[in-house]
């Protein structure tokens, strides 16, 4: 039997390069082995404000920036969140074995409500009980995300054990399988890049809206104020990129023009912007392409909910009898 997997992205903006190399690239590499289950979380993006004419849009802009990607109908399911309805009658479930107090040490939890206090809404506060949902009604292998998601897949674990307790041993708990690329930072040079705090390059830029995005807000090494001065590459941020998409040679290079001063900032980012347009070439036209033909990608969401909604009925079925409601 083929393992599985489950991950999942929330539609609340463009994915960025960010999302790609940490996330999308990763999973398709497993699917060379993995059966993965891609998830649209519109019912997590809800609990914060959110423009009702914008959520259908991000959502099918997902999909299409996951299919450009590289991922394959063959090799997965991609699918929306709210279009598979036992995500959250699994969640409400969970609600009744998960404590209050656990729900509130989870940081996520307090940083958004201390971001957004005019709207720290209960559905915030069990947002983990339905992602705890999403990833064990497939009963995946393994859980592909990001280190900040550490907690809310501990919480998962918990889940597991506490309904294991009370109704007989039924789910295992998943494994986490952190992406082995390092987060990468944002133009700001400080922060993660998140397309939350706005500081990130997106996928589906043009090549002029890329030179132009990164020419004018990527942050160098701050130090160097001068074209004169010499710049030191180990603390600038777009040298940091440069690692990622410029050649062996083209790295050598630019440390040495850069610590002689020989170079500067802005023909710095020009060659990296050249190399980084190169890289995601393929991926942006593809986005272009599956933006010109939007009822196969519809068509690919409906598809996914059938594959997912098969798993997730028998699970959510088998859960209930163990509770003795059915
Ligand atoms: P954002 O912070 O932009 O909202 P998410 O937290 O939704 O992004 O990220 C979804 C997944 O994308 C994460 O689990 C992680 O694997 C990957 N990812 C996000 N940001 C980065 C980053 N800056 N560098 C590498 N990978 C990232
Ligand atoms: N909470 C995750 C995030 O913010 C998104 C998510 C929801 C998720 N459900 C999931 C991730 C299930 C992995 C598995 O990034």
């Not at 259908?56 to 299409?64: F, N, S, W």
């Not at 040490?105 to 915030?124: F, V």
């Not at 009370?166 to 400080?190: H, M, Q």
Request: glycine residues 4%; charged residues 25%; aromatic residues 8%.
């Amino acid at each position: 039997m083929k393992k599985v997997m489950l991950s999942g992205i929330q539609p609340t903006g463009s994915l960025h390069i960010g999302n790609y190399l940490g996330a999308m690239k990763n999973w398709v590499a497993m699917t060379e082995e993995i059966f993965g289950y891609f998830c649209i979380v519109d019912y997590h993006a809800i609990t914060i404000n959110y423009e009702p004419k914008e959520m259908q849009k991000r959502i099918l802009e997902a999909a299409i920036e996951y299919l450009a990607s590289g991922l394959t109908d063959d090799k997965c399911a991609i699918f929306v969140q709210s279009h598979v309805r036992a995500h959250t009658e699994l969640a409400w479930i969970f609600n009744s074995i998960t404590p209050v107090a656990e729900l509130e040490r989870m940081t996520q939890y307090k940083d958004k409500s201390h971001k957004n206090e005019s709207n720290i809404n209960a559905a915030l506060l069990t947002y983990p009980t339905l992602m705890a949902a999403d990833i064990l009604l497939y009963k995946p292998d393994f859980v592909p995300v990001g280190e900040d998601q550490t907690q809310h897949l501990e919480l998962t674990r918990m889940i597991v054990r506490k309904f294991n307790n009370k109704f007989g041993e039924y789910f295992t708990e998943p494994e986490i399988a952190y992406s082995k690329v390092p987060k990468i930072l944002g133009l700001d040079g400080v922060n993660k890049m998140s397309k939350s705090l706005n500081n990130h390059i997106p996928l589906r830029l043009s090549e002029a809206e890329t030179e132009k995005l990164i020419l004018k807000n990527a942050v160098t090494d701050t130090n160097r104020i001068r074209k004169t001065d010499a710049g030191n590459p180990n603390i600038c941020n777009v040298f940091s990129w440069h690692k990622i998409f410029s050649s062996e040679s083209t790295q050598q290079e630019c440390f040495e023009s850069c610590t002689n001063a020989s170079i500067g900032c802005v023909d710095c980012k020009k060659i990296l912007i050249k190399n980084l347009n190169d890289d995601l070439r393929e991926v942006r036209e593809k986005i272009i392409s599956y933006e010109a033909n939007k009822d196969y990608v519809y068509d690919i969401l409906k598809s996914g909910a059938e594959k997912a909604n098969k798993v997730a009925e028998k699970t959510l079925n088998e859960v209930k009898e163990l509770m003795g409601i059915f």
